[in-house]
């Protein structure tokens, strides 16, 4: 499998939320059936943190937390060169990572 990702690229992962009080950043924000919170979309920014051997790869937060996702999740979007100068302030540096022990890793479908 080719991977079109490398290290150290910033990506951005399209988290859905869902809470009483969607934050500034929220989008597609709706209400749910019954009134009492709202379903809505969050932009992460992520760097590639590492590549898998199996060719997933592991992200990183700007608080050092780890999320495994596929290449082919279709929430996962290089940033672009516009992104990248707009919100650098939002994206993390990279820190170490554990690569092979899935015990210090979130995995996606785990809530942030």
């Known amino acids: 499998m080719s991977n ?3 290290v150290g690229e910033k990506v951005i ?3 859905d939320k869902y809470t009483p009080r969607p934050g500034p950043r929220a989008k597609n924000v709706f209400a ?3 009134g009492e919170s709202y379903q809505y979309q969050v932009d992460k920014y992520w760097v590639v943190a ?3 051997p199996d060719g997933s790869l592991v992200l990183q937060t ?3 937390k780890n999320h495994i996702v596929t290449v082919d999740d279709p929430r996962l979007r290089k940033a672009s060169i516009f992104q990248r100068i707009l919100k650098a302030k939002l994206f993390p540096e990279i820190r170490g ?3 092979l ?3 210090s890793q979130h995995t996606q479908s785990t809530a942030v």
């Open 97 to 99: 990572v554990n690569v």
């Open 32 to 34: 749910t059936p019954n």
């Open 13 to 15: 992962y399209t988290l």
């Open 62 to 64: 700007r608080r050092g």
């Open 50 to 52: 590492a590549i898998r």
């Open 4 to 6: 079109r990702y490398r």
């Open 101 to 103: 022990s899935p015990a």
